[in-house]
Structure formats: C-alpha cells, structure tokens
Antibody
Framework: QVQLQESGPGLVKPSETLSLTCTVS????????WSWIRQPPGKGLEWVGNVFYTGTTNYNPSLKSRVTLSVDTSKNQFSLKLSSVTAADTAVYYCARYMTTAYNWFDPWGQGTLVTVSS | DIQMTQSPSSLSASVGDRVTITCRAS??????LNWYQQKPGKAPKLLIYAASTLQSGVPSRFSGSGSGTDFTLTISSLQPEDFATYYCQESYSTLAITFGQGTRLEIK
C-alpha cells in the first residue's frame, strides 16, 4: 500500500529555512496531489499546502510568503521549504497524499517528524 | 477562510456508549467534510470522507452524517481503541483547507 516517510533536520535555528522531504512508496508521485500538514505540540492540525508534479501549488494564506513546495519525480519525493522560521513554526510536520476526486481528502499520512526551531 | 468549529472540545464516555461529535462550518460546504482519528504520538487516520462515506477498513460502528454547515460523527458503541482525538476537515475550499480544533474523547 501507499507509504510516506518524512525526513529532514529536527532542529532549525530562528530566521533560517526549514527543509523537509517526503519519500513516497508504492505509487508514482506524478499520479496525485501531495500535501504538508503541521501540528504544534499539544495543538491542532494546520494545513500548510498542496503540490502537484506539474508545479501547481496551493498554500495556506497565513504561510504563503514563506512556503515553497516542490516535487522530484526522479526520486519519487516531494519537499517543503519554510523560510524565516520562528519558534511558532515548531511542530510535527506530516506529509500526506491529497486525494482529489469528486471530493477531496488526506490519505494516507506519513508518521510525522518533529521540527524544533531554537538557537 | 472557512472556519470549522467542533463540539464538544472534550468528552468523557464509557466503553459501550454511543457518542456523537459535531462539526459546524462557517458557510455551506455541501458534503466536503472529512473526519480523522488521531491517537497520541501517531499520525491522523482517515475515518470518513465526503461527510458519510466510511474509509475502507474502518469499523462500521463509525458513521458520519450532515451536509451544508452541520455535520456529525457518531460512534455507535465505544471500544477501548476508540479513545483518541477526532478532527473534522473541510475540503470545499481550494485556497485554504481548514481543520476543526479537535475533540478529545476520554475514558470515563
């Protein structure tokens, strides 16, 4: 079945750029939309953005100026870059497939990776 | 942006109880509503999509209903493994997908 695995640094300094990669297994990354969702410790879920392999993206308006999503079809991966991070960006970051049919939903999700912003 | 409001924020119940969680959208979202279950330290898991369609492999004690602005998730007979946090999520908007704040279901 489809599996996703996040990877990247667990600690990022304030004002620097957070970079994460999601590796997709058992399906081509070219076949679907892909998403990032984050969850600050002890809080709820926040959608970060969606990306399609063509480069089509949709970003959360509250993060749009700092977020870049991209897809690498040669590696079957997609990536997140979040610039100028602050402590408020500390969260577990999940990657997920965004199913787009007549209706849309996130499934499956990766296990998540905790990113802490601290000097 | 569409705002999603869940109620209650937390709920205590016993094994075997029937439980209902409500999600209200700030504008009509037709049936573009999904429900997820999240256990501590784990990723959310899709339970229901399109307001009432049970995801494959999800027990039939879970059900969803509603359309427009008001939606419910019902667990017909709580099992020990159902104690978790539940989130609704609207997929009507392509510009800003939003989740409810979550409902924590605890053992009484």
């Amino acid at each position: 079945q489809v599996q996703l695995q996040e990877s990247g640094p667990g600690l990022v300094k304030p004002s620097e750029t957070l970079s994460l990669t999601c590796t997709v297994s058992s399906v081509s990354v070219s076949s679907y939309y892909w998403s990032w969702i984050r969850q600050p410790p002890g809080k709820g879920l926040e959608w970060v953005g969606n990306v399609f392999y063509t480069g089509t993206t949709n970003y959360n308006p509250s993060l749009k100026s700092r977020v870049t999503l991209s897809v690498d079809t040669s590696k079957n991966q997609f990536s997140l870059k979040l610039s100028s991070v602050t402590a408020a960006d500390t969260a577990v970051y999940y990657c997920a497939r965004y199913m787009t049919t007549a209706y849309n939903w996130f499934d499956p999700w990766g296990q998540g990776t905790l990113v802490t912003v601290s000097s | 942006d569409i705002q999603m409001t869940q109620s209650p924020s937390s709920l205590s119940a016993s094994v075997g109880d029937r439980v209902t969680i409500t999600c209200r959208a700030s504008q009509s979202i037709s049936s573009y509503l999904n429900w997820y279950q999240q256990k501590p330290g784990k990723a959310p898991k899709l339970l229901i999509y399109a307001a009432s369609t049970l995801q494959s492999g999800v027990p039939s004690r879970f059900s969803g209903s509603g359309s427009g602005t008001d939606f419910t998730l019902t667990i017909s007979s709580l099992q020990p493994e159902d104690f978790a946090t539940y989130y609704c999520q609207e997929s009507y908007s392509t510009l800003a997908i939003t989740f409810g704040q979550g409902t924590r279901l605890e053992i009484k």
